[in-house]
């Protein structure tokens, strides 16, 4: 059997059949041939051939849901992943999206010489080129350049992020020749480009003499804290994500009062699910005067996902399971749906342009919205 390593890490042999992981799966909610726990049977009894060149291994959105609810804490998603990783090496992958650019984009950040220009950061934030705090602002830049279109602005969340680190007293430092985490090289199987992509991740952050990295953006904060570790080394700088950092300092800040109107709240996977990051967002979204906010029949960890990831695979399946998210949203009667991952928004963006949801919804970035509540800026992103 070719599958010894991946079965023992993930613990796979653990697996008692119950079918949990597939009734809790959203891919296996609209797509009958889909199982995690198929996967790994498959797996186990077929030969090694047929499994890696089974399609449906591409189908998983890494959500976590069914390693949180398996009564034999097998790592589903994590022999997901080394599955893609060994069939990446016989000439499979998955479909990639938007006609490749958004892995081309990453691609070109591992080219030697490469650098960003500072003006993505945008105006009115103070930043410097070294100090104890960095603001890792990850892909966001790159990000605007495809998704312009469904009014989604990256580069938004990034000057949003710094705008209330420098409410709270803190100018961050930031880095020209920062690249992508390479959390979705990492969870396509692209383990040595993920690697290279921390290695040079971590050596631009630390070039500026940081102690401590603030994230946006839920992927990179993961990786930072949870993959590095086991894929390169402890990166010897403490990770925080920017919601942790501003509910833990929330008396510092000063909202002003907003027009009332009802917000709900989408958890993303890798903050909920993955690192236990609930109450944070719910904390600062009631700090702000005028909102008040109301839950979808799903919250927490047991929230829907937002239906894509990785840019691998979007097909009618990923679409329905975001269109089942955005009708949870109308159904509450909120004005807006409240993201704190740039997927997320630009998912639910997608999915809402085609019009196929029970009704409409505005969807607005926590951050920018919280950095907006401030006062002195324009609303939503």
């Avoid at 990783?85 to 999206?97: H, M, P, Q, S, Y």
């Avoid at 892995?103 to 950061?121: D, K, M, N, T, V």
């Avoid at 603001?135 to 602005?153: H, M």
């Avoid at 070039?207 to 949870?226: H, I, L, N, W």
Wanted: aromatic share 6%.
């Amino acid at each position: 059997m070719g599958f010894e390593r991946e079965i023992n890490k993930t613990r796979a042999y653990l697996c008692l059949e119950c079918g949990v992981c597939t009734g809790s799966c959203p891919v296996s909610r609209f797509n009958p041939d889909y199982s995690p726990r198929m996967v790994v049977e498959r797996a186990l009894l077929l030969e090694e051939g047929e499994s890696i060149h089974d399609r449906e291994i591409w189908s998983c959105l890494t959500c976590g849901t069914c390693d949180l609810r398996c009564p034999s804490t097998v790592d589903f998603t994590g022999f997901m992943r080394l599955l893609r990783e060994k069939a990446l090496r016989v000439g499979e992958e998955g479909i990639c999206t938007h006609a490749e650019t958004l892995s081309a984009i990453a691609s070109l950040q591992l080219l030697p010489g490469f650098r960003r220009r500072a003006s993505w950061l945008g105006k009115g934030v103070k930043t410097r080129k070294r100090g104890k705090v960095y603001y890792f602002g990850g892909c966001l830049p790159f990000l605007d350049v495809v998704f312009r279109d469904i009014g989604f602005e990256g580069s938004r969340i990034a000057n949003a992020s710094i705008r209330l680190l420098n409410h709270l007293g803190i100018i961050p430092a930031v880095s020209e020749y920062e690249v992508c985490c390479g959390h979705d090289a990492y969870w396509t199987g692209q383990t040595d480009t993920a690697r290279t992509f921390a290695r040079k991740a971590i050596e631009a952050v630390k070039a500026t003499g940081a102690e401590q990295v603030v994230f946006s953006c839920p992927e990179g904060y993961r990786m930072f804290k949870d993959v590095y570790p086991d894929l390169v080394r402890k990166p010897g700088i403490e990770p925080v994500h920017i919601l942790t950092l501003l509910a833990e300092s929330s008396e510092k800040l000063r909202f002003v009062p907003t027009p009332k109107k009802k917000v709900t709240y989408q958890d993303p996977c890798r903050l909920a699910k993955g690192e236990d990051i609930l109450d944070e967002p719910r904390v600062l979204l009631e700090a702000v005067p005028g909102l008040e906010l109301v839950e979808m029949k799903r919250a927490g960890k047991d929230s829907i996902c937002c239906g894509s990831s990785n840019w691998v695979n979007c097909t009618r399946v990923n679409k329905k399971i975001q269109v089942e998210r955005l009708d949870e949203a109308i159904a509450t009667g909120a004005d807006t749906l409240i993201t704190a991952c740039p997927k997320c928004n630009i998912h639910l963006r997608c999915a809402l342009r085609d019009g196929d949801t029970s009704g409409e919804i505005e969807i607005t970035d926590l951050i920018t919205l919280l950095a907006d509540s401030l006062g002195g800026g324009k609303r939503g992103t």
